[in-house]
């Protein structure tokens, strides 16, 4: 294994941990939240891991339970919930996905995991053997506002932030990503 990838897991460790930590207030929060408004505060769906591995990532639940599963550029607006929106606007929806950071199914950094229905992404992703890189919370096609609707642009990003992937670009994106670029795939609008 190449140092580099040895460093950037040790970083994901330490900051998925140290964000964990520093939010939990507010994670305990949001969870009450949407227990106490909608009955299930946690989303657990199977997406495509490193090598066509399966997981199941975790995320603060946003849509009505009951919304058929389905790549969220395809959800109608409708089904997400009041307080979903604002979650999903600030990205707190995702801090869940720090613990799938943690368990070594996910990176930070690194192309966002797919659902195995999204053939036409994950065919491309095989192609140019992107499906080998650890999938991630955020990256270059998440700040520049690319979602999984347009599965060939997609991959023609992930594979320009592949390609020249470094330390200083992953923080880079994460910080990025912090402070306000990108807010994940965009919805139906009703």
């Known amino acids: ?30 969870y009450l939240l949407i227990y106490f408004k909608y009955g299930s505060p946690l989303f657990f769906q199977e997406r495509v891991g490193k090598n066509f591995k399966k997981f199941t990532l975790v995320k603060f639940r946003t849509m009505l339970i009951g919304t058929k599963e389905c790549p969220t550029h395809v959800v109608d607006s409708s089904r997400i919930t009041p307080i979903g929106n604002l979650i999903r606007k600030t990205k707190i ?10 368990k070594g199914e996910m990176s930070i950094v690194g192309p966002r995991p797919c659902l195995f229905s999204q053939k036409e992404l994950i065919n491309e992703r095989k192609r140019f053997n992107i499906h080998k890189v650890t999938p991630g919370i955020t990256g270059l096609a998440q700040i520049k506002g690319i979602d999984m609707s347009d599965p060939k642009l997609l991959v023609e990003t992930e594979l320009i932030m592949i390609k020249s992937f470094s330390i200083k670009k992953y923080f880079y994106y994460f910080f990025k990503t912090l402070f306000g670029s990108g807010f994940g795939d965009k919805v139906i609008k009703n």
């Open 93 to 102: 929806d995702e801090i869940p996905q720090f613990f799938n950071v943690i």
């Open 1 to 30: 294994m190449n140092y580099k990838f040895c460093l950037i897991r040790i970083i994901d460790i330490f900051l998925s941990g140290f964000i964990i930590l520093i939010l939990f207030p507010l994670l305990l929060f949001i």
